[in-house]
């Protein structure tokens, strides 16, 4: 029996909760559903064409939030709503295989759990593992060009962590990440001049004694002053 339920469990999860969406067993979790919720079409030909989505649903979040508009329900209410179905599914089916013993039933359905959770984790692993290859497959390849472009690059730790980051989380080249680094810090370098040449000008002008842009009053009686003198 438990044997069984390892080779029918992952199966069980979809296939059956994916036919449920479209029929009474699905309709009935949700809460009130409004007039427009689709009824269950009725058995088509097999010489049909096979269902097409329409064009204009491009990805899997869109043909989810359709079809949760369909249900006039959140995708989120939908998604939990093929969950409890896909449960409710497997937990009749691990009863009837346990001859109504309820215990066992639960039993067999935590073990079935537990070896998805180990699956999922697993595959989980993997996935990050895969991501992380390729991103430094990626950044190796983008170091050697950028070791072409600029001579004087040799070796990876040249490179400040800032430019290594910012080609991680921005998902750009990492030439391009360097050239915005070395604008960056050679805009930082031209704001520090100015701001110590402002400084020695207004230094400059306060030992001398006579300020750096007089105002209109001293202008006009400086002019006065010189008239009276001549």
């Known amino acids: 029996m ?68 369909q249900y006039e329900v959140e995708p989120e209410a939908l998604l939990e709503a093929l969950l409890q179905t896909a449960e409710d599914d497997r937990r009749r089916d ?11 039933a639960d039993l067999l359905f935590q073990q079935g759990m537990d070896r998805l959770r180990l699956q999922w984790e697993q595959r989980r692993q993997e996935e990050e593992r895969q991501l992380s290859q390729r991103l430094n497959q990626k950044l190796a390849e983008d170091f050697y060009t950028l070791c072409r472009q600029m001579p004087d690059i040799r070796e990876p730790e040249q490179l400040p962590d800032r430019v290594w980051q910012a080609a991680v989380q921005k998902k750009i ?5 360097y050239l915005r680094f070395l604008w960056q810090e050679d805009q930082k370098a031209r704001l520090e001049q100015s701001r110590a040449a402002q400084a020695a000008a207004a230094s400059s002008g ?14 006009a009686f400086i002019r006065a002053f010189r008239e009276a003198v001549r």
């Open 2 to 69: 438990e044997e069984k339920y390892a080779t029918e469990w992952p199966e069980a999860q979809g296939g059956k909760a994916v036919a449920a969406a479209g029929g009474m067993t699905f309709q009935k979790l949700l809460e009130e559903p409004g007039e427009s919720t689709p009824q269950p079409l009725p058995d088509q030909p097999q010489s049909e064409r096979p269902w097409v989505p329409p064009v204009f649903l491009h990805t899997w979040e869109d043909k989810w939030r359709y079809l949760a508009e």
């Open 94 to 104: 691990l009863l009837q295989q346990a001859g109504g013993d309820q215990a066992q």
């Open 173 to 177: 080249p990492l030439m391009d990440a």
């Open 206 to 219: 306060s030992l001398a004694g006579t300020p750096d842009t007089p105002k209109s009053e001293q202008n």
